[in-house]
């Protein structure tokens, strides 16, 4: 009796960053061949190093950080690489990098890495707010929870500056209150928008938030009056 074994089609082999982390089930079985090559087609073109089809071509050595002395873990690439994809045409892929994304977050993630997660989630949702009905409230569950962990973040950041550049930075901005502003304040929400511009200058984000507290103020001294 004939082995059939011997006759079964290798699964394909994916190389490069893909195949290195791990991802290769997950990529065949999620994207057809037209995501695929859209996707590498972006994150190729938007390589400054010009390294090519280093995404599912060749070997890949470089550890998932490859900056010295910071983080950058898997949900925070998967959802970095989701922000090339984000426009109306493409962000189905968007989306799947990023549902692939919020798989991978756990407790022991690094605080400054969750904070720039959350800081690209934001902007691909935000950005299909008028496209898909669900997005705004997922941007806006992310503008929270960034809010959420921006002090200890600001507070390890500013360390990591000690460390290395013997100064901290006070020009870092937030989009979480930001752009949680922006929504109340479209919504007419005036008095929690006002809130949140309170609580970004007293942790001093940067923005300008005097003219933003300024401009809500007149805003709910008319509701006020009617």
Not at 79 to 97: G, M
Not at 100 to 108: G, H, P, R, W
Not at 186 to 202: I, P, T
């Amino acid at each position: 009796m004939r082995n059939l074994s011997l006759f079964k089609r290798k699964p394909k082999e994916v190389g490069g960053v893909i195949g290195a982390w791990g991802l290769s089930e997950w990529w065949l079985s999620e994207f057809t061949v037209e995501e695929q090559n859209q996707l590498v087609d972006k994150l190729v073109k938007s390589d400054m190093f010009q390294r090519g089809n280093i995404y599912t071509k060749g070997e890949y050595y470089y550890d998932i950080s490859e900056l010295p002395g910071e983080l950058i873990s898997l949900p925070r690439r998967l959802i970095s690489w989701a922000t090339f994809v984000q426009k109306p045409e493409t962000r189905h892929i968007a989306y799947k990098l990023a549902n692939m994304a919020e798989s991978l977050i756990n407790d022991q993630m690094d605080i400054v890495d969750l904070y720039f997660y959350y800081h690209n989630k934001i902007g691909v949702y935000y950005r299909n707010r008028n496209e898909d009905p669900d997005s705004l409230d997922i941007a806006i569950e992310a503008c929270k929870k960034q809010i959420e962990i921006a002090p200890d973040a600001k507070a390890e950041m500013h360390k990591r500056d000690l460390e290395r550049f013997g100064e901290t930075r006070y020009d870092i901005g937030n989009v979480g209150f930001k752009q949680l502003r922006i929504i109340e304040e479209k919504r007419g929400n005036y008095q929690e928008a006002l809130k949140l511009s309170h609580d970004a200058k007293k942790q001093r984000w940067a923005g300008n938030w005097d003219k933003d507290i300024e401009r809500l103020h007149k805003k709910l001294n008319k509701t006020m009056e009617k």
